[in-house]
């Protein structure tokens, strides 16, 4: 908003430098400097200066006040009307003093405010301002209207001598009311109207005067108004009230709040009708910037989520079909990261100019609705492919890079497409569904459109729900451990057991570990997890020592990429065996060799460390991750866990030569290494005497016994020992 004609600049000794009161006082300088010659007050121009001090005090005090409420405002914007500042300059003047000095006067030097916030909060004070002048002046304009009214009444129901001096009374306030006011026949010829109205319309008594009510229409005439005027001319309806839009002489659309009254004679009869009409112009246009302002997105212009949404609502309200494409830009957070927010908003600009090339009609939206998030709208599209042909549109609109200060920016985006008749989903169940879509599109590698799928959608919306239940799902104690038996081939003697976690789900029922233990990582509880399944396997395998004289049954526990980096693995892994009273040697952590491909020393360090101690580290799923052999001799491993892919073909007699050899070689080069083979899977008592021949060491499986209780696995080993 620009400084209003007449207020100076910030000159020598009119600075923000002095103390609070006096800043205050300047600030209503300005602002009576600004409006005074404006309003109709009888106060002088230094009463009306002392009448704003307490008016500009509210502002500034709200302007600071933790936390903000731009409410006080209101009052500030009632108090100017009761000023009588009501000239159509005034509030305009008003509100540009607000612009322009609130924050410069205001603001405490003592408690800073950053430029955005404070800005940000003088534009909420200025609308909340002008609401409250707005809704001042229409209730004192309705004051005067009804009061208006019942001096017309009164006119009419006095005699001959009381009706002289009544009409001469009406006659005053008739001309003085700052409401424009007409009065026709029951014809609609317009037989007289005050000067408050003529300057509506321009000043031109004589074209108001010459007109007929119905010459008055407009395009934007509300459904209907015309039937309310023909209803009060035929003296059906004695009142009615609407917002009308009017063209001025100079072709200037003039709009107002307008009440037309029917005026009957002593006898009831229907005599004139009168019309009261409150310029509201100014009003309406401020209403329809801020809500321009409040349904389009600041930096690029496009309509926002919250149009997006009454959209979106109207087609699934009163279309057949819809269609929508939900955009996500891949990798817009590294623009961000690198190369600064300035230059990301340029390229979400640049994109949003690309994107508004793709509609092809009216029944076309394109909103930006959050971020690097973009949706666009189709309603009643004829075929699935009118939605899929914008998606490519818009895929090929990206395709050539952004050039920004001499840079080439390429620019990809992912997808979900959403279409159907209306009526079985509402919006946000749509949304959601592009973007989940969407989500799929970007993990099959981005750049691409992918379109909706109820099976798809159903496994994520479940998906997220496990992963938002686990946290308290440990705290709730819903986790358990199932324990599988490890056996040595030589004698059939339990060696150990592998700890294997299981969530009680209070709705799902039991969940294997491959249903939420990569959401655990994902969302990073696979640490403290993790490390409630080692103290509970290791308590277990010290619990298993007492009254067995064969030797100590080894424990198992699966370590996940997640917890091989986390800082605290040795120390947590050392601190539960101490406490728990365990040996070492009574704890094996299993490491898939996919996680280790590649390894530096960095990740091996911690299983260094471990290993050093006396705890086994077991590769797991060997032969699945195509490490490269030679790395087996510095990774500080004992054991190769052969995955079970390798074994399948020795469940029967004669075996899979070709497993044969395999396993052969996997057991010679372990041998050689001085490691021993577990081998997983083994389901069939001749798959076994194929191994123990070929030399594994030990195996577990559903031969043996499936996972269970820990009570089973110390029965088991009873019965070897017995």
């Not at 309806?237 to 003039?254: A, E």
């Not at 817009?332 to 690198?338: A, E, G, I, L, T």
């Not at 080439?408 to 159907?420: H, W």
């Not at 010679?668 to 899977?681: F, I, K, M, P, R």
Request: glycine share 8%; aromatic share 6%; hydrophobic share 40%.
């Amino acid at each position: 908003m620009t400084r209003p004609p007449g207020v100076a600049g910030n000159r020598e000794g009119d600075g923000p430098q002095d103390g609070p009161e006096g800043r205050l006082r300047r600030f209503a300088r300005i602002w009576s400097r600004a409006i005074y010659p404006a309003t109709a007050t009888s106060m002088t121009r230094a009463e009306f200066e002392e009448y704003l001090v307490p008016l500009a005090r509210t502002l500034s005090e709200a302007l600071q006040a933790r936390p903000f409420d731009p409410s006080p405002a209101l009052a500030v914007g009632s108090a100017l009307v009761d000023a009588h500042c009501t000239d159509p300059s005034a509030l305009p003047h008003s509100l540009g003093v607000v612009d322009s000095y609130l924050v410069l006067y205001c603001c405490s030097a003592d408690d800073p405010m950053p430029t955005e916030e404070s800005r940000a909060r003088s534009v909420r004070l200025q609308h909340s301002m002008a609401a409250g002048f707005a809704r001042a002046l229409r209730e004192r304009t309705l004051g005067e209207q009804e009061a208006m009214s019942r001096a017309a009444l009164r006119a009419q129901a006095e005699t001959e001598k009381a009706l002289h001096a009544s009409e001469a009374r009406f006659r005053a306030v008739f001309e003085g009311a700052s409401v424009g006011i007409g009065i026709s026949d029951m014809d609609g010829n317009i037989l007289d109207v005050n000067t408050s109205l003529t300057k509506m319309f321009g000043g031109l008594e004589h074209h108001v005067r010459s007109r007929r009510v119905t010459d008055w229409g407009h395009p934007e005439d509300t459904p209907g108004v015309w039937n309310l005027q023909r209803e009060v001319a035929r003296g059906e309806r004695d009142h009615y009230r609407v917002d009308k839009p009017y063209y001025r002489n100079d072709g200037t659309v003039l709009w107002t709040n307008l009440t037309v009254s029917l005026l009957r004679d002593r006898a009831g009869e229907p005599q004139y009708m009168m019309a009261l009409m409150e310029d509201v112009t100014e009003r309406r246009l401020l209403h329809e910037q801020l809500r321009y302002e409040a349904t389009h997105d600041a930096l690029t212009g496009l309509p926002n989520r919250t149009l997006f949404f009454e959209r979106l609502e109207a087609a699934l309200g009163g279309a057949a079909r819809f269609g929508l494409c939900y955009l996500d830009l891949d990798g817009f957070k590294c623009v961000n990261d690198s190369l600064g927010h300035a230059v990301g908003d340029q390229l979400l600009v640049a994109v949003s100019d690309r994107l508004q090339t793709c509609l092809t009609s009216p029944d076309q939206l394109i909103a930006r609705i959050g971020g690097d998030e973009f949706v666009a709208l189709i309603v009643d599209p004829e075929t699935q492919e009118d939605v899929t042909a914008l998606a490519r549109r818009i895929l090929d609109a990206l395709a050539e890079p952004v050039r920004l200060d001499g840079r080439e920016l390429p620019v990809r985006g992912s997808i979900g497409i959403v279409d159907g008749p209306t009526g079985e989903l509402g919006s946000a169940e749509v949304l959601r569904s592009a973007d989940i879509t969407m989500y799929r599109a970007k993990a099959a590698g981005g750049n691409r459109y992918e379109l909706a799928d109820p099976e798809a959608e159903v496994v994520a919306i479940t998906r997220h729900g496990l992963t938002t239940s686990l946290p308290m799902a440990l705290e709730r104690g819903e986790f358990f451990i199932e324990y599988q038996p490890l056996v040595r081939l030589s004698d059939g003697a339990v060696h150990g057991a592998e700890a294997l976690v299981r969530w009680c789900h209070p709705r799902r029922g039991v969940l294997g570990p491959d249903q939420f233990i990569p959401l655990a990582e994902h969302t990073g509880l696979i640490v403290p997890l993790g490390r409630w399944v080692l103290e509970e396997a290791v308590r277990q395998a010290r619990d298993w020592q007492f009254g067995r004289s064969e030797g100590p049954l080894r424990v198992n526990v699966n370590l996940s990429p997640f917890q091989l980096r986390h800082p605290g693995l040795v120390r947590d892994t050392v601190d539960v065996l101490k406490d728990a009273g365990l040996e070492p040697s009574g704890l094996c952590l299993e490491v898939t060799e996919s996680a280790l491909i590649g390894a530096d020393e960095s990740l091996l360090r911690p299983l260094r460390q471990l290993a050093d101690l006396g705890v086994d580290i077991a590769l797991d799923d060997f032969g699945t991750g195509y490490s490269n052999l030679s790395n087996l001799r510095r990774m500080p491993v004992s054991t190769l866990k052969l995955d079970r892919s390798f074994t399948r073909g020795m469940q029967q007699d004669p075996a899979d030569p070709v497993d044969i050899k395999i396993v052969e070689g996997v057991v010679s080069l372990a041998h050689t290494l001085d490691l021993a083979v577990t081998v997983e899977g083994v389901e069939t008592g001749t798959q076994a005497e194929h191994l123990r021949i070929l030399g594994c060491d030990t195996a577990q499986g559903w031969y043996y016994a499936r996972p269970g209780p820990p009570e089973r696995l110390h029965a088991l080993s009873l019965v070897d020992a017995s």
